[in-house]
């Protein structure tokens, strides 16, 4: 048993009468299903595991966003392209009916505002959503510019995950003033099961209770993360977002 998972098992936990439905979303937006690119799906298998999971939990599309950060993941998305399409291919031939899209998770590291002057982002959507992902510990020093220069090039930045920035806890109205320069926010479903810890949780429960999120996201790296989101349904909190309207449905 994990520390976190430890920590789980001594809060008691009410359940909700109504679980939430992940169909009630439709689509996922934020995944790392692409093989051997980044610290999710390594194999193909993998891959296929996770997408034929997607389906039995109740999605009809994923969009899958694997990382782009230069000093870790120095994916161009030339590549990201090629190995997407094999993989669809693949689910194709195997008769995995679920709707797949490729975009990426782009880290605000120094490289970024020169990708974004040189070439197309990967993005979803018909407003060209562009998702965003800061440091999870150290506060990101020129992130109002970025968004500024994505949206003057006809993008919608969608800032990853909120819950997860620790210098961000306790100032829940950072999601706020983002969103009111036109970014969107996006909340991770397991972030209100505590697998990410305690804190996390707790910025996460604030999210919901303000209404201070555009898009769930499962942030799915590997199957377990499924399973674990699976097992959690009937939290009063996950089972709350059921009757919320998420970007999510419009993809
Ligand atoms: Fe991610």
């Given amino acids: 048993m994990s520390w976190f998972s430890g920590l789980l098992g001594k809060r008691k936990e009410q359940t909700a009468k109504n679980p939430l439905k992940l169909s009630a979303f439709r689509c996922d937006m934020h995944s790392h299903f692409l093989p051997g690119v980044d610290d999710g799906a390594q194999t193909l298998e993998d891959s296929l595991?996770?997408?034929?999971?997607m389906?039995?939990?109740?999605?009809?599309?994923?969009?899958?966003?694997?990382?782009?950060?230069?000093?870790?993941?120095?994916?161009?998305?030339?590549?990201?392209?090629?190995?997407?399409?094999?993989?669809?291919?693949?689910?194709?031939r195997l008769g995995i009916g679920v709707e797949v899209e490729l975009a990426a998770e782009y880290?605000?590291?120094?490289?970024?505002?020169?990708?974004?002057?040189?070439?197309?982002?990967?993005?979803?959507?018909?407003?060209?959503?562009?998702?965003?992902?800061?440091?999870?510990?150290?506060?990101?020093?020129f992130e109002e510019e970025a968004f500024k220069r994505v949206l003057d090039k006809g993008y919608v930045p969608v800032l990853a995950h909120f819950e997860r920035y620790l210098y961000f806890?306790?100032?829940?109205?950072?999601?706020?003033?983002?969103?009111?320069?036109?970014v969107n926010v996006q909340m991770n479903l397991l972030s209100l099961t505590g697998h990410y810890g305690p804190e996390?949780?707790?910025?996460?429960?604030?999210?919901?209770?303000?209404?201070?999120?555009?898009?769930?996201?499962?942030?799915?790296?590997?199957?377990?993360?499924?399973?674990?989101?699976?097992?959690?349904?009937?939290?009063?909190?996950?089972?709350?977002?059921?009757?919320?309207?998420?970007?999510?449905?419009?993809?």
């Avoid at 595991?49 to 999971?53: D, G, H, I, N, S």
């Avoid at 994916?75 to 194709?92: A, G, I, P, T, W």
């Avoid at 605000?108 to 800061?134: A, N």
């Fill in 49 to 53: 595991q996770l997408l034929q999971k």
């Fill in 55 to 92: 389906q039995d939990i109740g999605y009809k599309k994923c969009i899958t966003t694997p990382h782009i950060k230069m000093d870790i993941y120095p994916n161009s998305e030339e590549k990201l392209r090629q190995v997407f399409d094999q993989l669809k291919e693949e689910k194709e």
């Fill in 107 to 141: 880290f605000l590291d120094d490289t970024f505002i020169e990708r974004l002057q040189q070439r197309e982002l990967l993005c979803f959507g018909r407003q060209k959503y562009v998702l965003m992902e800061f440091s999870f510990t150290t506060p990101p020093v």
């Fill in 169 to 182: 806890h306790g100032r829940p109205e950072m999601a706020e003033k983002y969103r009111n320069m036109g």
């Fill in 200 to 251: 996390i949780r707790k910025q996460a429960e604030r999210m919901v209770d303000d209404c201070l999120f555009d898009f769930v996201g499962t942030d799915a790296h590997r199957i377990q993360h499924l399973q674990l989101l699976e097992d959690h349904l009937s939290l009063p909190y996950l089972a709350e977002l059921g009757k919320r309207l998420v970007k999510n449905q419009g993809l």
